[in-house]
C-alpha cells in the first residue's frame, strides 16, 4: 500500500479513537463508517480493523485513565460479567429476532437514555446523598472517588444499584452482539442512570471494559482472515495515538460539556438506528 492511503488511514484512526476514547466509545461505531464510506472497504473487512482499533483505543486511553485515577477497576471487573453473559445470549439468539425490530428498540432505548441524562444534569458525585452501610456495591468495596482537576480536590462517589447495572449491562452486551456494535454507548447511559456514577468515570470504565470485550472476539475475525495487516496496523498505531489524545482532553474538559456532547452523541446514533430500521442505509447512498 503506498504512502498516501496509509496516512489516511492513520488520521482516521487518529481522529476515530480521540473521539471514542473522550466519549467511553468504541471507536467502531466511527471508524466503521469511515472505512467503508471513505475507503470503499468491504464491511466484514472494515468491522475486523474495527475491532483491532477498539482494542488499541482502550489501552491507549487505559493507562492514562488509570494513572489519573478516572477507572473504577473493580466495578468493571463485576459489570463485565452481564456484559459477556449477554454478548453470549445475543450470539445464540441471533437470527432469530428480527434486525428491524431491534434498530427501532434501541433507537427507544438511546432515546430515553439520552432523556434522563439530560433531566438530570447535575453531578451525581456532588450530591449529598449518604452512602448506603450495606448492599452489594458495600459488599463488594466498590464506592471509590477520583481527582477533579477543576475543583482541584478528590471527590468521592458511592456506586449504588448494582443488580439494575447488572442487568443493564446483560442488556447493553445482548444488544450489541445482536447489531454488531459497540456496547459503550449503551453502558455510560446505565452507570449514570443506574449506578450514579460521575460521567468522567463511567467514560474512564466503559472505555477499560470495551477493549476486554474486543479482545475476546478478535481472535475469531483473525482466523477467517478479515483483519486485513496492511489496513489494521496503520489504524491501530493512529487509535493508539487517539486515545491517548481523548484521555487528556477528558482529564481537562467540565463535566457538563462532556455530558452533552454524550447526548448529542446518543440523538445521532437514534436517528441513524431509525433509518436503518426503516430500510435507509446512509452509507450505501454515499458510497
Not at 54 to 68: D, K
Not at 69 to 88: K, P, S
Request: proline share 4%; glycine share 10%; with cysteine.
Amino acid at each position: 500500500m503506498s504512502f498516501e492511503p496509509t496516512l489516511w488511514l492513520f488520521c482516521a484512526g487518529l481522529g476515530a479513537s480521540a473521539a471514542g476514547g473522550m466519549l467511553g466509545m468504541a471507536s467502531g461505531l466511527f471508524i466503521v463508517p469511515i472505512l467503508t464510506m471513505f475507503f470503499h472497504l468491504d464491511m466484514h473487512a472494515a468491522i475486523g480493523t474495527s475491532i483491532v482499533s477498539v482494542i488499541a483505543c482502550s489501552c491507549g486511553g487505559a493507562a492514562a485513565f488509570l494513572r489519573g485515577g478516572l477507572t473504577n477497576v473493580r466495578l468493571a471487573v463485576v459489570l463485565e460479567t452481564g456484559t459477556t453473559l449477554g454478548a453470549l445470549t445475543g450470539v445464540l439468539l441471533a437470527g432469530i429476532v428480527p434486525v428491524a425490530a431491534l434498530d427501532y428498540l434501541f433507537a427507544g432505548v438511546l432515546l430515553v437514555s439520552a432523556w434522563q441524562m439530560f433531566v438530570r444534569r447535575e453531578d451525581p458525585a456532588l450530591s449529598s446523598l449518604p452512602a448506603p452501610a450495606k448492599g452489594l456495591a458495600a459488599a463488594l468495596d466498590l464506592h471509590s472517588s477520583y481527582p477533579d482537576s477543576r475543583l482541584h480536590r478528590e471527590v468521592a462517589y458511592e456506586v449504588r444499584r448494582v443488580p439494575a447495572g447488572l442487568t443493564l449491562m446483560y442488556v447493553a452486551g445482548l444488544v450489541s452482539a445482536l447489531l454488531g456494535i459497540g456496547s459503550g454507548i449503551l453502558k455510560i447511559p446505565a452507570m449514570d442512570n443506574a449506578l450514579r456514577l460521575p460521567i468522567k468515570v463511567s467514560t474512564a470504565t466503559s472505555n477499560f471494559m470495551i477493549g476486554v470485550t474486543a479482545a475476546a472476539s478478535a481472535s475469531a475475525y483473525f482466523l477467517r482472515g478479515e483483519i486485513v495487516s496492511a489496513i489494521a496496523g496503520p489504524v491501530a498505531l493512529g487509535s493508539v495515538l487517539g486515545a491517548v489524545l481523548g484521555a487528556r482532553v477528558l482529564m481537562k474538559v467540565r463535566s457538563e460539556r462532556l455530558r452533552l456532547l454524550f447526548l448529542s452523541m446518543l440523538v445521532l446514533v437514534a436517528c441513524q438506528m431509525v433509518l436503518q430500521g426503516m430500510g435507509v442505509n446512509l452509507m450505501e447512498h454515499t458510497g
